[in-house]
């Protein structure tokens, strides 16, 4: 069950890092204002405190819950600064590769996390056709680059969030391990502007909700900008939850490794919106990259069923 609730998860966040890419490319918005946007407004989660939320038993147990937060958000930062560098449909597997590969080394060892040999060799090969279909041949890129490093970086980063959350949900029920876990992901935000470079470059020109609706006011078209970030928003948070939860009941290295069924997805959607819409979304595709990037898929289907079955 676990592994059917991280998959929609998954699925869900393929549609969230197309319109990440979007945000930050068409919309213009540097990748600080955009954490921090993304990580103050999920700060409200604390006030679920007084209404059934756990008080952790050690300091050692705050610490891990704000080591799993502050990274989540770090890994976010460092994820789009690879996205502004690099095409979605590129980055975006490699960080689910780096993830998966490093979970699988810090689960086993922080969490004495056993799987069978079959489950070991399913969550190399998912990670193998992610590392696939991160390789790109596009104009102005081929094979690896700096952006690339920075999709490594968020990896491990993101893979640091998830070992430190499971801590949490194997010694608190999920409803409180959420809460604390995320709701440090929010207090990372109010430090951003606590950090004098950071307050400027947030509020050095009006804010990306100030700017949405002060252009809705003299055309009805940027409405659709307001809505695409609102939208953006409550599909991130249903997939964090979906991923979260089936990080707490079930295995957090199989939970994560299947980050590669999220980039099966993207390659398919970002191809068909690149034939199809391509004034809505386009990459572009060299000889062969298409063939890759299908054997690839191929890869992450044999490393899913390995998996499940």
């Known amino acids: 069950?676990?592994?059917?609730?991280?998959?929609?998860?998954?699925?869900?966040?393929?549609?969230?890092?197309?319109?990440?890419?979007?945000?930050?490319?068409?919309?213009?918005?540097?990748?600080?204002?955009f954490v921090f946007y993304s990580t103050v407004s999920i700060l409200p989660v604390f006030f679920l405190l007084p209404f059934g939320v756990q008080f952790l038993g050690s300091n050692f147990d705050y610490a891990m819950s704000l080591v799993s937060g502050f990274t989540f958000a770090l890994a976010l930062w460092a994820m789009y600064i690879g996205l502004e560098k690099s095409e979605v449909s590129h980055t975006g597997p490699l960080v689910g590769a780096?993830?998966?590969?490093?979970?699988?080394?810090?689960?086993?060892?922080?969490?004495?996390?056993?799987?069978?040999?079959?489950?070991?060799?399913?969550?190399?090969?998912?990670?193998?056709?992610?590392?696939?279909?991160?390789?790109?041949?596009?104009?102005?890129?081929?094979?690896?680059?700096?952006?690339?490093?920075?999709?490594?970086?968020?990896?491990?980063?993101?893979?640091?969030?998830?070992?430190?959350?499971?801590?949490?949900?194997?010694?608190?029920?999920?409803?409180?391990?959420?809460?604390?876990?995320?709701?440090?992901?929010?207090?990372?935000?109010?430090v951003l502007l606590l950090i004098p470079t950071y307050f400027k470059e947030i509020l050095r020109k009006k804010s990306i909700v100030r700017r949405a609706w002060d252009t809705v006011a003299k055309k009805k078209a940027s409405a659709g900008h307001v809505a695409l970030i609102v939208t953006d928003k409550v599909l991130g948070v249903v997939a964090v939850v979906l991923i979260q939860y089936a990080i707490a009941v079930g295995s957090v290295t199989l939970v994560n490794a299947l980050a590669g069924v999220q980039y099966a997805f993207l390659v398919v959607v970002v191809g068909l919106l690149s034939a199809f819409s391509p004034r809505l979304f386009k990459e572009e595709y060299r000889r062969g990259e298409m063939a890759q990037e299908a054997f690839a898929v191929f890869i992450i289907g044999v490393g899913l069923a390995l998996l499940i079955v």
């Open 98 to 190: 780096a993830v998966a590969l490093f979970v699988l080394v810090l689960g086993q060892v922080f969490l004495r996390e056993s799987i069978s040999l079959q489950q070991y060799i399913g969550v190399l090969v998912l990670a193998l056709g992610s590392l696939l279909i991160s390789f790109e041949q596009s104009q102005n890129h081929r094979g690896w680059h700096g952006g690339m490093l920075w999709g490594v970086v968020a990896g491990l980063l993101f893979a640091i969030s998830h070992v430190t959350a499971k801590y949490i949900y194997a010694h608190y029920d999920f409803y409180s391990g959420f809460v604390w876990t995320r709701g440090f992901i929010g207090v990372f935000g109010v």
């Open 1 to 33: 069950m676990s592994l059917l609730i991280a998959i929609s998860g998954y699925l869900i966040l393929a549609v969230v890092a197309i319109m990440d890419k979007f945000i930050v490319s068409e919309e213009k918005i540097s990748p600080v204002k």
